[in-house]
């Protein structure tokens, strides 16, 4: 895998055209994009399934939490996608459920969402989760191993302890990811690309600093070089 392919852009924005402007301006700047709740209704599906067509990798990140029958039904439609990646909470009956519903398919990988990156301990507790947050982690990791999903989402701070535990059994999605001197956002553990890399992570999500570019190409191409493996 090439840097480049290690690159995931998030297409967080209002409308199928904006994004498609986007990719277009990307070009082979990008070659992996993400696709969620933001253009899922209004013509998500459908981009995902031209990128698709067109030979780019999909990530849907759709963050599927239900009971274990709903889940699985609905990634047997997902499946008729041809993404790449899927996203589940990393609960042991969701995932169970998800790694039934793609069954033979095993172009769409399955990935266990740990803690979302926006949280930290003070968040946690205040949701009566009194668990420390790096055990945390680990403990969904499990289930997603357990399960026989392939990978998780999860911070560049708790890459290097899932990778010591499981090692390329899961490949590791890490999001939060933010160019020295880049605006943070809303992403609370946030690290550089190098830095997650580094740490462990085989896949690298980032929105906001590329999509918001003056120059999206630039910007992706710039984090690609920060990747070095
Ligand atoms: O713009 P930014 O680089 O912060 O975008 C990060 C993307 O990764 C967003 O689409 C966000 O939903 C997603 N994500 C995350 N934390 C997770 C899982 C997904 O930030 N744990």
Redesign the pocket.
Known sequence: MTPIDRLII?L?LPDTDKAQHIIDRIGEAGRFY?I???LMPVGGLDLARRLSAQGKKVFL?F?FHDIGATVERGVVSVCKLGGDFL?VHAEPDVLKGAVAGRGDDKRLKILG???????DAAALKKSGIDIDLPDLVLRRAEFAAEAGADGV???AQEAAAIKARFGDALDI?T????PAGADA???KRIVTPAAAIQAGADYL????????ADNPAAAAAAISAEITV
Do not use: E, M
């Open positions: 998030a967080d993400k969620g709740y933001q990140d963050k996203t969402v740990t803690v979302l990156t926006s949280l989402v999860a911070s999605v999001p939060g990811v933010r956002n809303d992403q999500v980032v929105g906001r600093p590329i999509v918001s």
